[in-house]
């Protein structure tokens, strides 16, 4: 019988889906976002029916999800 040989193939590196870039701008927008909700935690009036937790809060949120939304589908530019 005949045994059977594997071809070691060198094994290429897998690149991340994303660029150091994207992590760092990833990032930030999480720090937006968990600003965001402790924002609206934070509120002084009963059951976060202020400004800060009606208004200030969810809108801090939703450019954390924008800014999120940017660093995924940001590409750096490439010097030629």
Sequence with gaps: MAKLEKKKEAS?????AFGRKNYQLMG?????LILGFIMMT?????HGFGFVGLTLG???VMIGFIFQFWAILYK?????
């Design 76 to 80: 750096p530019k490439e010097n030629n």
């Design 28 to 32: 930030i927008g999480l720090g937006i």
């Design 58 to 60: 969810p809108i801090t």
């Design 12 to 16: 290429a590196p897998v690149p991340f």
């Design 42 to 46: 934070l509120d002084s009036e009963p």
